[in-house]
């Protein structure tokens, strides 16, 4: 049985954050054209450029990295069809793994097993997430609107 070691996620430090923002803001103004690559320059340790061309989609991908190191999160890019252990996923909605194995068995999320082992695709994984946060922002709405009815103080 292989094990997969995943490397621990380090949060942005202050300098990294500043960095992220001013990179964030200069890629954005870049990004109004329509073409499909972008030639950038990145500069070695001896300060030499070197010109690379990149997909415009692969910038704005790195404009969204930058907004959240920028906001002080750790990221990490996960290819929508990769398949998730039991405990990634759970790790990624934020509850426990017990939970999650409940969330799979009631049909909640859907999976398939690798020999004894339950994956989920990313991809499931996101769509329930979207479908999770949409109901809660519903209730929420609800329970806002009932308290101003009710004039709880909550106005």
């Known amino acids: 049985m292989s094990?997969?070691?995943h490397p621990p996620f380090?949060?942005?430090?202050?300098?990294?954050?500043?960095a992220a923002i001013e990179g964030q803001r200069a890629l954005v103004a870049w990004l109004a054209t329509q073409l499909e690559?972008?030639?950038?320059?990145?500069?070695?340790?001896?300060n030499e450029a070197h010109s690379v061309e990149l997909p415009t989609s692969a910038l704005r991908l790195l404009v969204d990295i930058l907004a959240e190191l920028a906001a002080g999160n750790a990221?990490?890019?996960?290819?929508?069809?990769?398949?998730?252990?039991?405990?990634e996923a759970a790790d990624l909605l934020n509850v426990s793994r017990p939970h999650l194995i409940k969330l799979l068995e009631i049909g909640e999320l859907s999976y398939h097993k690798t020999g004894k082992h339950r994956r989920v695709r990313f991809a499931d994984l996101m769509d329930y997430k979207n479908r999770r946060d949409a109901?809660?922002?519903q209730a929420m709405r609800l329970l806002a609107e009932q308290a101003q009815a009710l004039r709880t103080g909550y106005e």
Not at 10 to 18: I, T
Not at 37 to 46: G, K, L
Request: glycine share 0%.
């Open 37 to 46: 690559t972008q030639r950038i320059q990145i500069f070695d340790d001896q």
């Open 135 to 137: 109901a809660s922002e």
């Open 75 to 87: 990221v990490k890019v996960v290819p929508v069809h990769a398949e998730l252990t039991t405990q």
């Open 10 to 18: 380090n949060l942005p430090v202050e300098r990294e954050v500043k």
């Open 3 to 5: 094990t997969v070691i």
